[in-house]
Nanobody, 114 residues
């Protein structure tokens, strides 16, 4: 079973950028539809973005569209999420996930402060 470990979170000011990474083991990210989801303080889990197995097969939530880019490095077996123009409402724990299998990592905290 694929296992996922996220990194790259941290504290950033409004308008800043962060690049989140997800390292996979026990399986190849290229074999799965991969996703990022997040959970803000006191909020439910929210889907952020997904990437299918085909080229250019990406989709984004309206809340991050135009500010986020999901990408995959098959050689490094990693999934990334570049987040720009961060807002306070982007604060939360970000998880890399294989949604159809119910698999996700332990998460990485992103805090956006004004």
């Amino acid at each position: 079973e694929i296992q996922l470990v996220e990194s790259g979170g941290g504290w950033v000011e409004v308008g800043g950028s962060l690049r989140l990474s997800c390292s996979a083991s026990g399986g190849s990210v290229s074999d799965y539809a991969m996703s990022w989801v997040r959970q803000g303080p006191g909020k439910e889990l929210e889907w952020v973005s997904s990437m299918g197995t085909g080229p250019g097969d990406t989709i984004y939530a309206d809340s991050v569209k135009g500010r986020a880019t999901i990408s995959r490095d098959d050689g490094q077996n990693t999934l990334s999420l570049q987040m720009n123009s961060l807002k306070t409402e982007d604060t939360g724990v970000y998880y890399c996930a294989v949604l159809q299998s119910g698999i996700r990592g332990q998460g990485t905290q992103v805090t956006v402060s004004s």
